[in-house]
T-cell receptor, first 117, second 113 residues
Framework: KAGVTQTPRYLIKTRGQQVTLSCSPISGHRSVSWYQQTPGQGLQFLFEYFSETQRNKGNFPGRFSGRQFSNSRSEMNVSTLELGDSALYLC????????????????FGPGTRLTVT | GQQVMQIPQYQHVQEGEDFTTYCNSSTTLSNIQWYKQRPGGHPVFLIQLVKSGEVKKQKRLTFQFGEAKKNSSLHITATQTTDVGTYFCAARGSSGSARQLTFGSGTQLTVLP
């Protein structure tokens, strides 16, 4: 099976602009989660989508939004970019189970490195 | 969500020495997962623990889940340079918003040859 893919891999934007990142999960995976990774803050959970519905949301401002399509592909959007939004944005897919032994592990994509200047 | 504390933040060891990272939660967990992220890479799933007191081994790696399902540890015996990276625990609570996966801050392991 092909792994999780994310596009673009690198992005440079200016403060105030908006950006859309894309994630294609592993075939058959219905859950897609997004994380922001920075050296000082580690892996911060943004949101999780399961079957096109947002199942969980982290503590990020409303400038961060996402969606999932019927083919499980997901996009996240950041509006009015700030310097502090510079980070590695990771997408992870899973089967979506949240209990029990199988299906809860997440498979991460290579990430999108966003730089805001 | 919930709070997950992971210690230590950094660990430098000589090749051949052992290494342990610990993860603690104030609430009872449904399960806990461990991931490894190599420098410049992305997190890679290692294992998931579900049962109270569970112990699992993968070659030189030993994973434990506490009896109260509030803490976990990853122990590496006789580290090698290939073990370099950041190890994250990821905890899932039992109900509501706590069911989202919450990552610890990670332990960055450096192995000196």
């Amino acid at each position: 099976k092909a792994g999780v893919t994310q596009t673009p891999r690198y992005l440079i934007k200016t403060r105030g602009q908006q950006v859309t990142l894309s994630c294609s999960p592993i075939s058959g995976h219905r859950s897609v989660s997004w994380y922001q990774q920075t050296p000082g803050q580690g892996l911060q959970f943004l949101f999780e989508y399961f079957s096109e519905t947002q199942r969980n949301k982290g503590n990020f401002p409303g400038r961060f939004s996402g969606r999932q399509f019927s083919n499980s592909r997901s996009e996240m959007n950041v509006s009015t970019l700030e310097l502090g939004d510079s980070a590695l944005y990771l997408c992870a897919s899973s089967l979506g189970q949240t209990s029990g032994r199988a299906g809860g592990e997440q498979y991460f994509g290579p990430g999108t490195r966003l730089t805001v200047t | 969500g919930q709070q997950v504390m992971q210690i230590p933040q950094y660990q430098h060891v000589q090749e051949g020495e052992d290494f342990t990272t610990y993860c603690n939660s104030s609430t009872t967990l449904s399960n806990i997962q461990w991931y490894k992220q190599r420098p410049g890479g992305h997190p890679v799933f290692l294992i998931q623990l579900v049962k109270s007191g569970e112990v699992k081994k993968q070659k030189r790696l030993t994973f434990q889940f506490g009896e109260a399902k509030k803490n976990s540890s990853l122990h590496i015996t006789a580290t090698q340079t290939t073990d370099v990276g950041t190890y994250f625990c990821a905890a899932r609570g039992s109900s509501g918003s706590a069911r989202q996966l919450t990552f610890g801050s990670g332990t960055q392991l450096t192995v000196l040859p």
